[in-house]
């Protein structure tokens, strides 16, 4: 029940994202703090580096013992990152700076927090 309301809210912001445009986008370049859920409803905490430049957007997670790199293009809000999986991860930048995402084809979700 709360996995639908926060992917209602996540589409949500999403649409909105989508529809403000480049116009209104500020860097998401730097450190972060991840909070995520995986598929099975499991969680865990890492850091990411995000390094940002005229809209492609490289991704470093350090989660545990395990490191992963993805590249991404933005629209706007709206970042796209393929990490070598079946599906990308698509975080949208709350107005706070925290990037709000999720991945596996919206079974799992990741909080970044500046």
Do not use: C
């Not at 099975?40 to 890492?46: A, I, K, L, N, W």
């Not at 706007?76 to 990037?99: A, F, H, K, N, T």
């Amino acid at each position: 029940m709360m996995f639908q309301k926060t992917r209602r809210i996540f589409m949500a912001s999403l649409a909105a994202s989508l529809i403000a445009g480049t116009a209104f986008a500020q860097s998401v370049e730097g450190m972060y703090r991840a909070e995520g859920r995986n598929p099975d409803g499991s969680t865990y905490t890492g850091t990411v580096m995000v390094t940002d430049r005229d809209g492609s957007v490289q991704f470093n997670w350090q989660v545990g013992n395990s490191a992963y790199v993805g590249t991404g293009t933005r629209n706007g809000d709206v970042i796209w990152v393929d990490w070598g999986s079946q599906y990308p991860v698509v975080y949208v930048r709350m107005p706070s700076g925290e990037l709000h995402g999720t991945w596996q084809n919206g079974t799992a979700l990741e909080r970044l927090i500046p």
